[in-house]
């Protein structure tokens, strides 16, 4: 080791330095918060929010009571919650599943979602994001919003059974302007199901679409 050269130090201490940075966070009660900029492992918490700003490179993010927030040009692993939204900003490289049971998922323009998208109750929303598996909802409207692309399959699962005097709420699925769904659509329950004239989709099965020409779907 006495004999190295000082550029071959410095090279070996630039290759450990990101993973050195590159720590996670866990705790079972409180929030969490990414810094600008800032390269982190797995950000984990029980209960507690989690926010992430922009232009972080991070790990797998999850909480159980608690809701997910991503800003802008973020870099991320899979993203889990169990009782909380979860909302992607722009340009945003989530490289697992985005799921929550209890809560909204929402992505913004020029978001990448390389997995699947899940929630059980609660709304889906893509504005110009590419999702590469599937998304699925059992309670919730979905809407695969202006310029986006579904590479997998829409599923808008059968709720287990509940007794209830009123009918159910239909669930709105809306396939928005030039929207893209590559693979099937099926509705194992009743839905409203909206397709804009210039998107395109695979095999529907459960439900007919209404064709609408306008930027956003018709009130039911």
Same mark, same amino acid.
């Given at each position: &080791?006495?004999?190295?050269?000082?550029?071959?130090?410095? %090279? $070996?201490? &630039?290759?450990?330095?990101?993973?050195?940075?590159?720590?996670?966070?866990?705790? =079972?009660?409180?929030?969490?918060?990414?810094?600008? /900029?800032?390269?982190?492992?797995?950000? #984990?918490?029980?209960?507690? *929010?989690?926010?992430?700003?922009?232009? +972080?490179?991070?790990? @797998?993010?999850?909480?159980?009571?608690?809701?997910?927030?991503?800003?802008?040009? =973020?870099?991320? !692993?899979?993203?889990?919650? +169990?009782?909380?939204?979860?909302?992607?900003?722009?340009?945003?490289?989530?490289? !697992?599943?985005?799921?929550?049971?209890?809560?909204?998922?929402?992505?913004?323009?020029? *978001?990448?979602?390389?997995?699947?998208?899940?929630?059980?109750?609660?709304?889906?929303?893509?504005?110009?994001?590419?999702?590469? /598996?599937? =998304?699925?909802?059992?309670? @919730?409207?979905?809407?695969?919003?202006?310029?986006?692309? $579904? %590479? @997998?399959?829409?599923?808008?699962?059968?709720? *287990?059974?509940?007794? *209830?005097?009123?009918?159910?709420?239909?669930?709105?699925?809306?396939?928005?302007?030039?929207?893209?769904?590559?693979?099937?659509?099926?509705? #194992?329950?009743? =839905?409203? $199901?909206?397709?804009?004239?210039?998107?395109?989709? /695979?095999? +529907?099965?459960?439900? #007919?679409?209404?064709?609408?020409?306008?930027?956003?779907?018709? #009130?039911?």
């Amino acid at each position: &080791m006495r004999h190295l050269h000082l550029p071959l130090l410095l %090279a $070996l201490a &630039m290759a450990c330095g990101p993973a050195l940075a590159q720590e996670g966070i866990s705790k =079972v009660n409180g929030s969490i918060s990414a810094e600008p /900029g800032q390269a982190y492992g797995a950000l #984990e918490t029980v209960n507690g *929010s989690i926010k992430v700003a922009d232009g +972080v490179e991070t790990g @797998g993010i999850q909480t159980v009571n608690g809701s997910i927030r991503l800003g802008q040009r =973020v870099h991320s !692993g899979g993203i889990s919650t +169990v009782n909380g939204g979860v909302r992607l900003g722009t340009d945003v490289v989530a490289q !697992g599943d985005v799921r929550t049971v209890n809560g909204s998922i929402f992505s913004d323009r020029r *978001s990448h979602i390389q997995r699947d998208v899940e929630t059980v109750n609660g709304g889906i929303g893509l504005v110009e994001t590419r999702v590469d /598996g599937d =998304v699925t909802t059992v309670n @919730g409207d979905v809407t695969i919003g202006v310029g986006s692309l $579904l %590479a @997998g399959n829409l599923l808008v699962k059968k709720p *287990s059974f509940s007794f *209830s005097l009123t009918p159910a709420r239909k669930p709105r699925v809306i396939v928005g302007p030039n929207a893209v769904v590559e693979g099937t659509l099926t509705f #194992e329950r009743d =839905v409203v $199901l909206y397709v804009h004239r210039s998107a395109r989709t /695979g095999p +529907v099965t459960g439900a #007919e679409a209404i064709a609408f020409d306008s930027d956003s779907a018709p #009130e039911n």
